[in-house]
């Protein structure tokens, strides 16, 4: 159990569009979802927390225009990328928690690799 | 503001060897504390975690950590490594203070030898 997907696992897009990653949790209903980066040779970096039906919280430094989420149902969220350029190139990876708090265990994504060319 | 550290980042053992991975954090309030694995070309997933009570955790797969408060630290051991250990860990934290988040450490890529 607690299995959570990603799509896609790899894109590639051209400077100046926009992309849509989904992150979906299979067997449970995941009332928070987390989007994180992750940069060549370093660490998971949170972008952003979103709850089901609410506004996502983005972390300090992260543009809310650039990178819209929407977590319309207790399964879904997507991340976009919109007008991606060259540096938004990354692994990016989500994780889905049936509850918050200290007992979160987050279930991670298998990461989607974005390339902007 | 919380951080994690791993001081190795990459290690080499033949099968056999004992396991040590190294983990600090800094932070003056109460931790949470976390190690996760990524085997290759799969998604992380918990190995094991502390919130109280007795500071030896033990995990999965043979795995344990020991959280030292007085020395920020929460170290992976594992007494005898597998060739099926290898796989990168990710030690992270997190805290109250910071509504939960989780922050993570750089990781640690182990190789592990036949």
């Known amino acids: 159990g607690a299995v959570v997907s990603q799509h896609p696992s790899r894109v590639i897009c051209k400077s100046g569009t926009s992309v849509k990653i989904e992150c979906r949790s299979l067997d449970f209903q995941a009332t928070t979802m987390f989007w994180y980066r992750q940069f060549p040779k370093k660490s998971l970096m949170l972008m952003a927390t979103?709850?089901?039906?609410?506004?996502?919280?983005?972390e300090q430094g992260v543009e809310k225009d650039k990178f819209l989420i929407n977590h319309a149902s207790l399964t879904l969220s997507t991340l976009t990328v919109t007008s991606a350029h060259p540096e938004d190139s990354s692994f990016y990876i989500c994780?889905?928690?049936?509850?918050?708090?200290?007992?979160?265990?987050?279930?991670f994504g298998p990461g989607t690799r974005l390339t902007v060319l | 503001a919380q951080s994690v550290s791993q001081h190795n980042h990459h290690v080499i053992l033949s099968e056999a060897a004992s396991l040590e991975l190294g983990c600090n954090y800094s932070y003056g309030g109460t931790v949470n504390l976390f190690w996760y694995v990524q085997y290759p070309g799969q998604h992380l997933q918990l190995l094991l975690k502390y919130f109280s009570g007795d500071p030896l955790v033990k995990g999965i797969k043979g795995f344990e950590a020991e959280f030292i408060k007085s020395k920020f630290s929460f170290n992976l051991r594992k007494p005898s490594v597998q060739w099926s250990d290898t796989a990168e860990y990710f030690c992270?934290?997190?805290?109250?203070?910071?509504?939960?988040?989780?922050?993570f450490g750089s990781g640690t890529r182990l190789l592990v030898r036949p």
């Open positions: 979103s709850n089901e039906g609410s506004k996502a919280t983005y």
């Open positions: 992270a934290v997190n805290a109250k203070d910071s509504s939960y988040k989780l922050i």
């Open positions: 994780s889905a928690s049936h509850r918050a708090g200290a007992y979160n265990e987050q279930f």
